[in-house]
């Protein structure tokens, strides 16, 4: 047997690199609050399995090394709508907070708090996710053959501020 058709549900392993971020001074206040309008998360994603790929996973925001407690948020879709990486091919989603500001034919998604991630301004972001197999429908895969999901990420904040926006500066000058 070379070959079986069915619903499968492969193991799939995820290791995704953080990424850190270059705080101006100005920003590191404790008391400095966010309120981005729209961030947006982008997934770049490349799949060989003949299989969609759901995902979910949660991000969650350090800043000299120690969790920002407001900063975890949980990125899944919905039972309707889940976050779908599609079959052999790449796909390119956007996890945005109203769901919108991606390109167009990109894949969005809308994840209500995803503001929280930025709001204290982490210096290092981690993203941890789960994949599973689609299983609503049936596949084809090759038996002994390794597949690769090639996964990269990036923070996009768009500088446009709602009401909570707060920074702080404090200088001296000496003489």
């Known amino acids: ?32 609050t966010m309120d981005v309008e729209n961030p947006m ?29 407001e900063s975890p948020v949980t990125i899944e879709g919905t039972t309707d709508n889940p976050i779908k990486i599609d079959a052999n091919g790449k796909t390119a989603i956007y996890l945005s907070k109203t769901g919108q500001g991606g390109p167009a034919g990109s894949k969005q998604y ?25 299983q609503s429908s049936m596949h084809k895969i090759q038996l002994g053959k390794n597949y690769n999901v090639g996964i990269d990420y990036a923070v996009e904040v768009p500088l446009k501020f709602g009401p909570g926006l707060s920074i702080v500066y404090n200088g001296t000058i000496d003489g």
């Open 110 to 134: 809308a994840i209500a708090n995803l503001n929280n991630i930025v709001e204290k301004i982490p210096d290092q972001i981690r993203f941890t996710m789960n994949a599973t197999a689609d």
């Open 1 to 32: 047997i070379s070959e079986i058709e069915g619903k499968v549900n492969p193991s799939i392993n995820v290791k995704i690199d953080p990424i850190s971020l270059d705080i101006p001074e100005f920003l590191k206040d404790e008391a400095v």
């Open 41 to 69: 998360i982008r997934l770049n994603v490349t799949n060989e399995l003949n299989i969609p790929i759901i995902i979910k996973g949660e991000l969650k925001g350090y800043r000299n090394g120690n969790l920002l407690p």
